[in-house]
Nanobody, 121 residues
Framework: QVQVVESGGGLVQPGGSLRLSCAASGRIFSINAMGWYRQAPGKQRELVSTITSAGNTNYADSVKGRFTISRDNAKNMAYLQMNSLKPEDTAVYYC???????????????WGQGTQVTVSP
């Protein structure tokens, strides 16, 4: 089995910072990419940022210049440094890992349970 677990959410004032962590564990052969998505109340889940095993990154326009994704391949972890937070960043943040559980196995994506980020005065 594979587990994906997020941590680091919380309540922060506008302009503040938070760092989210994501740990993938279990039967993992290789991880192609990891990413962060978010879902605000009443809205669809949206992409925040992704990073490949080679370190190539992608960001939503709304977070460019404020958020930074990074990854530790040896530990199967990903991080999201969030600076200059705005109230509109309030959402549940989910980690996604696209991986294989065995050599030649299918590539599948796995999701964490999410961590709440609230930006409020």
């Amino acid at each position: 089995q594979v587990q994906v677990v997020e941590s680091g959410g919380g309540l922060v004032q506008p302009g503040g910072s938070l760092r989210l962590s994501c740990a993938a564990s279990g039967r993992i052969f290789s991880i192609n990419a990891m990413g962060w998505y978010r879902q605000a109340p009443g809205k669809q889940r949206e992409l925040v940022s992704t990073i490949t095993s080679a370190g190539n990154t992608n960001y939503a326009d709304s977070v460019k210049g404020r958020f930074t994704i990074s990854r530790d391949n040896a530990k199967n972890m990903a991080y999201l440094q969030m600076n200059s937070l705005k109230p509109e960043d309030t959402a549940v943040y989910y980690c996604n890992a696209i991986l294989r559980v065995s050599w030649g196995g299918l590539v599948r994506d796995y999701w964490g349970q999410g961590t709440q980020v609230t930006v409020s005065p």
